[in-house]
């Protein structure tokens, strides 16, 4: 009698178990949870990335200041963005020429190469 009093208990141990585990996986794969999941992930590697970008950053500042130190340059480097080179280069050319301005979309100013202007 004990024994199958036993085994009986041992039964229903394991269907409780299973029961919860199943529905614990289950509330795991519903889209909201999926969703959340999927944006806690994209959070995390973001954050990842910017340490990345700063260590690295801050990788080529501390160079940077070594070759400037060894080279002997004592100016600090400009730091900012360069000029568009295209636009730049072709500032120069006559307006007058039609063949570049077929070439060169950037010069003629009634077509826009601005995919969303249409939507």
């Known amino acids: 009698m004990f024994r199958r009093a036993f085994w009986f208990t041992a039964g229903a141990a394991a269907g409780v178990w299973a029961t919860t585990k199943v529905n614990r996986k289950l509330r795991q794969l519903t889209p909201e949870s999926l969703a959340a999941q999927a944006a806690n992930k994209a959070i995390e590697t973001g954050h990842r ?3 990345f970008a700063l260590d690295v950053r801050a ?3 501390q160079r940077e200041a070594e070759l ?5 340059i004592e100016a600090p480097p400009q730091h900012g963005l360069p ?3 295209r636009v ?11 063949q570049d301005r077929k070439h060169y979309g950037m010069l003629d100013k009634r077509h826009s190469y601005n995919r969303n202007e249409d939507h």
């Open 88 to 98: 730049a280069a072709l500032e120069g050319r006559p307006e007058n020429q039609k």
């Open 83 to 85: 000029s568009q080179r």
């Open 49 to 51: 990335l910017k340490d």
């Open 68 to 72: 400037g130190e060894a080279l002997g």
């Open 59 to 61: 990788g080529m500042v």
